[in-house]
């Protein structure tokens, strides 16, 4: 079973740069969210989506944008790179309502330079 | 300052002992506690889920502990293995968000 499936492993950015971190699930879950993880720090919801077509803001949405035009997809773009940005991004997905049991890709590791 | 607190942030240990890792939290109304364990490299999997009712929860070699009075959450681990060797993420549901703990990372050496 796949689960949660992240996309890419690893990148390096210039400050500036654009990209999108591809997050896809198989378990027709209803909900999903990225998070980012900070060294010494509990993980910071950015967005999360109730279901396709709907997306609302996180703790801590700037400098980030999502859409979740299907069930399965849910990509996080971030249009201005900025060193600040550096962060390892989870991409997370439940069944019914938020807090339930998440269930988490692998991660993308991200350094803006 | 963070709503949930885990302690301690490390932990090394030697194979085969056992060891109690740490969540406090001050957010409410609390829903359930979860606890995670993430291998380096890896996302979060959830280990197990306290709700308010309940006191003690194992699985396995892993027994979790809550005292919703005093919002304090325990995680024993028995007769360690080196795979245990993880980071720890205790998670508090309110009625609709979560609130992550920073985690213990737990080192478990031969």
């Known amino acids: 079973n796949a689960g949660v499936t992240q996309t890419p492993k690893f990148r390096i950015l210039k400050i500036g740069q654009s990209m999108t971190l591809q997050c896809t699930q198989d378990?027709?879950?209803?909900?999903m969210y990225w998070y980012r993880q900070d060294p010494g720090m509990g993980l910071k919801l950015i967005y999360y989506?109730?279901?396709?077509?709907?997306?609302d803001k996180g703790e801590v949405p700037n400098g980030y944008n999502v859409s979740r035009s299907t069930t399965e997809d849910f990509p996080l773009r971030l249009e201005l790179a900025a060193p600040s940005q550096t962060s390892v991004y989870f991409c997370?997905?439940?069944?019914?309502?938020?807090?339930?049991?998440?269930?988490f890709g692998s991660g993308t590791q991200l350094s803006v330079l | 300052k963070n709503q949930v607190e885990q302690s301690p942030q490390s932990l090394i240990i030697l194979e085969g002992k056992n060891c109690t890792l740490q969540?406090?939290?001050?957010?409410?109304?609390?829903?359930?506690l979860r606890w995670y364990k993430q291998d380096t490299g890896r996302g979060p999997v959830s280990l197990t889920i306290?709700?308010?009712?309940?006191n003690t929860k194992s699985n396995g070699r892993y027994t979790a502990t809550l005292d919703a009075d005093t919002k304090q959450s325990s995680l024993h681990i028995t007769a360690s293995q080196l795979s245990d060797s993880a980071s720890y993420i205790c998670?508090?549901?309110?009625?609709?968000?979560?609130?992550f703990g920073a985690g213990t990372r737990l080192t478990v050496k031969p």
């Open positions: 989506s109730v279901g396709a077509g709907i997306t």
């Open positions: 998670v508090v549901r309110l009625n609709n968000d979560m609130r």
């Open positions: 378990m027709n879950h209803n909900y």
């Open positions: 306290m709700t308010f009712s309940e």
């Open positions: 969540c406090n939290y001050t957010v409410s109304p609390f829903s359930n």
């Open positions: 997370a997905s439940s069944y019914d309502s938020l807090g339930e049991k998440l269930f």
